[in-house]
Nanobody, 128 residues
Protein backbone atom coordinates (compact mmCIF):
# COMPACT_ATOMS: atom_id res chain seq x y z
CA UNK A 1 0.00 0.00 0.00
CA UNK A 2 1.02 3.58 -0.69
CA UNK A 3 -0.21 6.46 1.42
CA UNK A 4 -0.98 9.56 -0.62
CA UNK A 5 -1.50 13.10 0.66
CA UNK A 6 -2.60 15.89 -1.66
CA UNK A 7 -2.10 19.60 -1.07
CA UNK A 8 -2.27 22.87 -2.95
CA UNK A 9 -5.97 23.19 -3.58
CA UNK A 10 -7.43 26.69 -3.28
CA UNK A 11 -9.95 29.15 -4.64
CA UNK A 12 -8.73 31.18 -7.61
CA UNK A 13 -10.17 33.34 -10.34
CA UNK A 14 -10.49 32.19 -13.92
CA UNK A 15 -7.23 32.52 -15.80
CA UNK A 16 -5.19 31.89 -12.68
CA UNK A 17 -2.78 29.11 -11.82
CA UNK A 18 -2.33 26.53 -9.10
CA UNK A 19 0.11 23.76 -8.39
CA UNK A 20 -1.12 20.64 -6.68
CA UNK A 21 1.23 18.27 -4.89
CA UNK A 22 0.86 14.62 -3.96
CA UNK A 23 3.28 13.22 -1.41
CA UNK A 24 3.60 9.44 -1.54
CA UNK A 25 4.91 7.14 1.19
CA UNK A 26 6.64 4.93 -1.39
CA UNK A 27 7.46 4.79 -5.08
CA UNK A 28 4.96 3.64 -7.68
CA UNK A 29 5.09 2.66 -11.33
CA UNK A 30 2.23 4.87 -12.43
CA UNK A 31 0.69 7.94 -10.82
CA UNK A 32 -2.18 10.13 -11.82
CA UNK A 33 -4.59 12.91 -11.03
CA UNK A 34 -8.35 12.56 -11.15
CA UNK A 35 -11.11 15.01 -10.38
CA UNK A 36 -14.74 14.89 -9.37
CA UNK A 37 -17.14 17.79 -9.67
CA UNK A 38 -20.32 17.91 -7.57
CA UNK A 39 -22.92 15.56 -8.98
CA UNK A 40 -20.55 14.10 -11.56
CA UNK A 41 -18.40 11.01 -11.86
CA UNK A 42 -14.72 11.03 -11.14
CA UNK A 43 -12.66 11.41 -14.33
CA UNK A 44 -9.01 11.18 -15.19
CA UNK A 45 -7.00 14.38 -15.61
CA UNK A 46 -3.45 13.19 -16.21
CA UNK A 47 -1.14 10.23 -15.65
CA UNK A 48 2.60 9.76 -15.62
CA UNK A 49 4.77 6.66 -15.84
CA UNK A 50 7.35 7.30 -13.14
CA UNK A 51 10.14 5.34 -14.84
CA UNK A 52 10.01 7.11 -18.14
CA UNK A 53 7.64 10.04 -18.39
CA UNK A 54 4.80 9.26 -20.80
CA UNK A 55 2.72 12.19 -19.51
CA UNK A 56 -0.82 11.78 -20.71
CA UNK A 57 -3.68 14.23 -20.43
CA UNK A 58 -7.42 14.39 -20.77
CA UNK A 59 -8.43 16.49 -23.77
CA UNK A 60 -10.08 19.02 -21.47
CA UNK A 61 -6.78 19.98 -19.82
CA UNK A 62 -4.21 19.25 -22.52
CA UNK A 63 -2.07 22.33 -23.09
CA UNK A 64 -3.06 23.92 -19.80
CA UNK A 65 -2.00 21.37 -17.17
CA UNK A 66 1.39 19.73 -16.69
CA UNK A 67 2.02 16.58 -14.66
CA UNK A 68 5.45 15.82 -13.26
CA UNK A 69 7.09 13.65 -10.63
CA UNK A 70 10.12 13.99 -8.39
CA UNK A 71 11.17 10.37 -7.94
CA UNK A 72 13.79 11.23 -5.34
CA UNK A 73 11.10 12.69 -3.08
CA UNK A 74 8.15 10.56 -4.22
CA UNK A 75 6.13 13.70 -4.93
CA UNK A 76 3.90 14.20 -7.94
CA UNK A 77 2.79 17.61 -9.12
CA UNK A 78 0.05 19.04 -11.27
CA UNK A 79 0.71 22.53 -12.59
CA UNK A 80 -2.59 24.04 -13.63
CA UNK A 81 -2.60 27.18 -15.78
CA UNK A 82 -5.35 29.15 -17.48
CA UNK A 83 -7.87 27.74 -15.05
CA UNK A 84 -11.54 27.76 -16.00
CA UNK A 85 -14.67 27.55 -13.85
CA UNK A 86 -15.26 24.06 -15.26
CA UNK A 87 -12.01 22.95 -13.61
CA UNK A 88 -13.73 23.30 -10.24
CA UNK A 89 -13.65 19.91 -8.54
CA UNK A 90 -12.12 17.78 -5.85
CA UNK A 91 -8.77 16.61 -7.16
CA UNK A 92 -7.49 13.17 -6.21
CA UNK A 93 -4.05 11.68 -6.42
CA UNK A 94 -3.68 8.03 -7.41
CA UNK A 95 -0.78 5.60 -7.57
CA UNK A 96 -0.18 1.99 -8.54
CA UNK A 97 2.77 -0.21 -7.71
CA UNK A 98 1.36 -3.70 -8.16
CA UNK A 99 3.00 -4.41 -11.49
CA UNK A 100 4.96 -2.49 -14.11
CA UNK A 101 3.47 -2.87 -17.56
CA UNK A 102 5.06 0.18 -19.15
CA UNK A 103 4.14 3.65 -20.30
CA UNK A 104 1.18 2.88 -22.58
CA UNK A 105 -0.34 0.78 -19.80
CA UNK A 106 0.00 3.72 -17.45
CA UNK A 107 -1.64 5.99 -20.01
CA UNK A 108 -4.59 3.62 -20.14
CA UNK A 109 -5.15 3.98 -16.42
CA UNK A 110 -6.35 7.50 -17.13
CA UNK A 111 -9.52 5.93 -18.54
CA UNK A 112 -9.76 2.70 -16.54
CA UNK A 113 -9.03 4.39 -13.23
CA UNK A 114 -8.14 1.11 -11.51
CA UNK A 115 -5.30 2.47 -9.44
CA UNK A 116 -4.49 0.59 -6.27
CA UNK A 117 -4.11 3.61 -4.01
CA UNK A 118 -5.95 6.91 -3.67
CA UNK A 119 -5.56 10.09 -1.67
CA UNK A 120 -8.27 11.96 0.20
CA UNK A 121 -8.47 14.84 -2.27
CA UNK A 122 -7.87 18.57 -2.37
CA UNK A 123 -10.50 21.11 -3.44
CA UNK A 124 -9.96 23.44 -6.38
CA UNK A 125 -12.52 26.19 -6.95
CA UNK A 126 -12.30 28.51 -9.95
CA UNK A 127 -14.56 31.55 -10.01
CA UNK A 128 -15.50 33.52 -13.12
Amino acid sequence: QVQLVESGGASVQAGGSLRLSCAASASSYCMGWFRQAPGKERVGVATIYTSGGYPYYADSVNGRFTISVDNAKNIMYLQMNSLKPEDTAMYYCAADRRIDLGGPWCNGLLFRGDFGNWGQGTQVTVSS
